[in-house]
């Protein structure tokens, strides 16, 4: 009697976060954009077009408290670390 087993489920690929470091202060011109200070460190999520992007403040420079803030931000105001 062959017995099948029960099939693996698939390993995700790992995928690489994007971080960028903001080199300006940006303070939010709408709502849902993304407050932050030089220095900050933000999670991309996602990119919207070539200037815009969206994400999240995870960890804070001298000057900031804004951890954990979401939201959209211009890529002009950032340094990309990784893509």
Known sequence: MNKSLPSLP???QKQK???ATAI???HPQVSGDLRFSAGDRILVKERIN????AGEVVTIGEDSVQDGL???FPRSH?????W
């Open 10 to 12: 698939q390993k995700k």
């Open 17 to 19: 976060h994007v971080f």
């Open 24 to 26: 300006y202060d940006y």
């Open 50 to 53: 070539d200037d815009w992007w």
């Open 70 to 72: 979401t939201g959209m």
């Open 78 to 82: 950032v340094h990309v670390e990784s």
